[in-house]
């Protein structure tokens, strides 16, 4: 494993483009997590956005890892492009001829999307803390250290997308490609989940059950949006005599639905690879 890894942070080090969209992912969640925290006139109001409890602890660790989730796709490209690299520069070919089978080929790939899924949820985790320590109204460690499920959520989730890049980066071989087809399948998918829920299916119970296994889909329900969780919502949802009924929570299920669809992708790379006379 480590033999594997050593190869191909070896090649990220080389990398200019991975370089850079690493850091515009750690450097814009950073920015947006400072302008959160600093308060500034609009039109002469005072913005504080957050005195609206979005660094509260347990909140927090809900709040930023759906934020940082949305910016997933700049490691994607990484990944995507790691692997059209190999067939662009033919160092696939050459990795192979000097020993190396196409199941380590394929490992050395998961071990790197699992590094980088890893090293951004460890990211997230440190910067929440420090923002949660800061400006949290609630600095109990039974509060501070509540909720961290989110945390796993959030890793199983870029660890699931991440794959599914790998694999369309195995499948399609080009970069630009690979993340058309990605785009192409989120419109397929979306539409398909929302004929389902407004035309087909009258249960929205029912509608979430087949929904849930959908790839993009099952990786979306490990993290949902945190924004109806905030005080002022939810005080204005109390003005409004309306109640706001949303599950939010983590679940075991889900979690071994996108850990199934990892493996799949895992093993369809090896597959499409081992099919191919290189």
């Not at 460690?141 to 599914?164: M, N, P, Q, R």
Request: proline share 1%; with cysteine.
């Amino acid at each position: 494993m480590l033999r594997l890894l050593t190869i191909e942070f070896e090649k990220l080090r080389y990398s200019k483009s991975a370089k850079v969209l690493s850091i515009i992912y750690f450097g814009l969640f950073t920015f947006i997590a400072l302008i959160a925290s600093i308060r500034f006139n609009l039109f002469g109001a005072e913005i504080h956005i957050a005195d609206q409890g979005i660094f509260n602890f347990p909140y927090i660790w809900h709040f930023n890892t759906y934020c940082a989730a949305l910016l997933k796709i700049f490691l994607a490209i990484v990944i995507v492009s790691l692997i059209s690299n190999e067939y662009s520069n033919r160092t696939l070919k050459q990795n192979l001829i000097d020993g190396l089978s196409k199941k380590e080929f394929i490992l050395s790939k998961f071990y790197t999307v699992v590094s980088f899924a890893f090293i951004s949820t460890v990211f997230i985790f440190i910067v929440s803390l420090i923002l949660g320590l800061i400006f949290s109204d609630y600095t109990e460690i039974g509060i501070i250290f509540s909720d961290l499920e989110y945390l796993l959520a959030y890793f199983v989730k870029l660890l699931g997308f991440f794959t599914f890049c790998m694999f369309l980066g195995v499948l399609v071989k080009r970069s630009a490609f690979a993340l058309g087809f990605l785009f192409v399948w989120w419109i397929v998918e979306s539409v398909v989940v929302g004929v389902l829920r407004f035309l087909v299916i009258d249960d929205a119970t029912k509608t979430e059950y087949i929904t849930q296994f959908f790839p993009l889909e099952s990786m979306s329900n490990l993290v949902k949006q945190p924004l109806t969780r905030l005080n002022v919502i939810q005080s204005a949802a109390n003005q409004l005599q309306t109640d706001i009924a949303f599950d939010y929570a983590v679940h075991w299920y889900q979690i071994l639905i996108v850990l199934g669809w990892t493996a799949l992708f895992v093993w369809g790379s090896l597959a499409i690879l081992k099919s191919r006379d290189l």
